[in-house]
């Protein structure tokens, strides 16, 4: 079965650097997400992307945060400037031709920021 | 009042007994209703997805929808260890967009 997968599983990084988080949504997809789970908290969304644009943030997608689609199967989360509290999993999802599909997750990126 | 709320748990079960996962919510927008695993370390998997009111079989699983209550179910016959895990509910509005997890509940069957 197809499936989204994300690169690095972990990845520590000292405070103030910039991070990249990279996902291979499934290939017949056409609406990526990306999510943050900080430890022994909630799933939460950050981003939706769909014709090579933001189609929907939450209050956590700050300026500190981009996607972008550099080609036509990765997806990326660029954290700018990390801070200790953007320590958390990251996961990367994806759904079908139509937005209201349900969406398969990735197995994460666990951010460490030091 | 949380948009979704979900029992944290943990919920222990023997092996073999029906397990009972309950979600509720206050946005009468939300149409589509998921219900996802998540093991240690892993990503959410797709488990059911449901549109609108009414039930859903899987196999062992279950997940039933009442729209009126704002009230969905996901139910587990036969449960197995393999079953522990944490389900997470979540839901999104008739455009897909929306899309909120429910903090999920930490089930544990034990053998």
């Known amino acids: 079965e197809p499936e989204v997968t994300q690169t690095p599983s972990h990845q520590v990084t000292q405070m103030g650097q910039e991070v990249i988080l990279r996902c291979v949504p499934i290939?017949?997809?056409?609406?990526f997400y990306w999510y943050r789970q900080i430890l022994g908290q909630k799933v939460e969304f950050l981003v939706s992307?769909?014709?090579?644009?933001?189609?929907?943030k939450s209050e956590i997608f700050d300026d500190q945060f981009s996607v972008e689609r550099p080609d036509g199967s990765n997806f990326t989360l660029k954290i700018r400037s990390t801070k200790l509290e953007d320590s958390a999993m990251y996961f990367c999802?994806?759904?079908?031709?139509?937005?209201?599909?349900?969406?398969?997750f990735g197995d994460g990126t666990r951010l460490s920021i030091l | 009042q949380k948009e979704v709320e979900q029992d944290p748990g943990p919920l222990s079960v023997p092996e073999g007994a029906i397990v009972s996962l309950n979600c509720t919510y206050s946005?009468?927008?939300?149409?589509?209703f998921m219900w996802y695993r998540q093991y240690s370390r892993k990503g959410p998997e797709l488990l059911m997805y449901?549109?609108?009111?009414g039930n859903k079989e899987d196999g062992r699983f279950t997940a039933q929808v009442d729209k009126s209550s704002k009230y969905i179910s996901l139910f587990i016959r036969d449960s197995q260890p393999s079953d522990s895990a944490t389900y997470l509910c979540?839901?999104?509005?008739?455009?897909?967009?929306?899309?909120?997890f429910g903090p999920g509940t930490r089930l544990s069957v034990l053998p």
């Open positions: 979540a839901m999104m509005d008739n455009y897909g967009q929306n899309f909120v």
């Open positions: 449901t549109y609108s009111s």
């Open positions: 946005n009468s927008a939300f149409q589509y």
């Open positions: 992307f769909y014709n090579n644009e933001i189609s929907e």
């Open positions: 290939s017949n997809h056409l609406y």
């Open positions: 999802a994806s759904s079908d031709r139509n937005s209201n599909q349900p969406q398969h």
